[in-house]
């Protein structure tokens, strides 16, 4: 069957096509307020760093989605209850979003976070994030981006539900924000770009997704499997984009599992 989209912003849309759509941000701000008054977080760079009790075994870092221009650390603080279980700390950075910053000034903030906690806590990072958050986690580890110190430490990187390709976001009406050209689209895809040798890589999404999300995320596992990367794209049936992330939370999760061995 051909594949061709007309309508590049319903192919993007989400809360559309998922049934109460509209509810879920309300639910997970509560759910993240209430699991911060449970396990207060340390501030960092704005955003938020969980401790586990005890040392902690290593580095979960979870980057956030909203399409680079919602949300913050502040809405998925529950999604760190399964590093938490694991005995990991959790790093939810924040970065500035658009309009008033480029994706490529994001990408540097979460960069500047991950190098900061890195700093912190020692042992293996586990680098994962969902939808543009699953971009930003993705372009961590491109050559150059993270110092090479901190690279040498990631032991595994799940871009969930990724935008890997930027360039038809060019076409979607969010462009009047994201102000994205072809030179940054070029430049801030991780699909068209080189991955660090030696990191696993999981790519993670629902088989409820819209089409193009299961494109991208089979666009980006292919490609770089191309480039020599130990590469596997999961797609977990029923999932939808918003509730595809709720592996996280659960320690036993065949998820975590990939995630933190």
Same mark, same amino acid.
């Given at each position: 069957m051909l594949y061709q989209v007309t309508d590049w912003d319903d192919a993007y849309a989400n809360a559309a096509h998922i049934a109460?759509?509209?509810g879920y941000p309300a639910r997970w701000h509560a759910a993240a307020t209430a699991f911060r008054d449970a396990h207060?977080?340390?501030?960092? !760079? /704005?955003?938020h760093l969980f401790l586990p009790? $005890?040392?902690? !075994? /290593?580095?979960?870092?979870?980057?956030?989605? $909203?399409?680079?221009?919602?949300?913050?650390?502040?809405d998925w603080s529950h999604l760190a209850a399964g590093a938490l279980a694991r005995g990991w700390a959790c790093l939810m950075p924040a970065y500035p979003l658009a309009p008033g910053a480029r994706i490529a000034a994001m990408t540097a903030e979460v960069v500047a976070s991950i190098a900061e906690t890195a700093a912190l806590i020692s042992g293996p990072i586990a680098i994962t994030g969902h939808s543009a958050g699953?971009?930003?986690a993705a372009r961590m580890i491109c050559p150059g981006v993270l110092p090479d110190s901190v690279a040498a430490r990631v032991t595994a990187c799940m871009p969930i539900s990724p935008l890997s390709d930027l360039r038809p976001l060019m076409r979607t009406a969010m462009n009047a924000t994201l102000a994205l050209d072809l030179p940054e689209?070029?430049?801030?895809?991780?699909?068209l770009l080189t991955p660090r040798e030696g990191i696993p890589v999981t790519v993670w999404v629902g088989g409820a997704e819209r089409p193009e999300f299961l494109r991208q995320a089979r666009v980006l596992a292919d490609l770089w499997a191309g480039m020599?990367?130990?590469?596997?794209?999961?797609?977990?049936?029923?999932?939808?984009?918003?509730?595809?992330?709720?592996?996280l939370a659960?320690?036993?999760?065949?998820?975590m599992r990939r995630l933190l061995g």
């Open positions: 109460g759509g509209e207060p977080p340390q501030a960092l !760079r /704005g955003g009790a $005890g040392d902690a !075994r /290593g580095l979960m870092v979870f980057v956030h989605g $909203g399409y680079w221009m919602r949300f913050g650390p502040g699953g971009h930003l689209a070029l430049a801030e895809s991780p699909a020599g990367a130990a590469t596997e794209c999961v797609v977990d049936p029923g999932r939808h984009h918003f509730d595809v992330v709720d592996g659960d320690p036993d999760s065949p998820m």
